[in-house]
């Protein structure tokens, strides 16, 4: 297996149903994580072991950015966020390059933050929550 840097990853986002993605610019951290409920289906007859059933799952992606006032995915993002609006995005964590794998979601913000320290560089980043299938694709 090899090994794989970050520093390529991207995000693009829609407002328009995916008629159209901007990429969202000066990204520097990406985490995609998965959750998937599990439903107790123990009985008597299981001799004392525990039995789940798999139930729904989600994914929550973190995105961090340098703050681009002028960047048209951040922008989308912040409009997005302040409008409480269901985006659909591409996550590409190996970055944009053809037969590599790419997410498909439509998902909606749990939180946004806009840091802006005395001494640093301005960071803007979202959590969002997947709503409805992720799909997995090679990109065209």
Excluded at 14 to 19: F, H, K, Q, T
Excluded at 82 to 101: E, V
Excluded at 123 to 138: C, F, H, I, K, P
Aim: a negative charge; proline letters at 2%.
């Amino acid at each position: 297996m090899s090994e794989q840097l970050g520093n390529s990853a991207s995000l693009q986002v829609s407002s328009n149903g995916g008629s159209s993605y901007s990429n969202v610019g000066e990204m520097k951290d990406t985490s995609f994580d998965g959750a998937q409920d599990l439903h107790d289906a123990t009985s008597n007859d299981d001799n004392l072991w525990k039995v789940d059933v798999v139930g729904h799952k989600k994914m929550t992606i973190n995105v961090t950015c340098n703050y681009d006032e002028a960047d048209a995915g951040q922008i989308i993002m912040r409009a997005g966020y302040f409008a409480g609006s269901t985006l659909m995005f591409k996550y590409r964590p190996r970055g944009s390059t053809s037969t590599y794998r790419e997410q498909l979601f439509s998902a909606n913000f749990t939180s946004a933050n806009l840091a802006a320290p005395t001494q640093g560089v301005m960071e803007e980043s979202y959590t969002l929550e997947t709503t409805g299938a992720v799909t997995t694709q090679a990109q065209p």
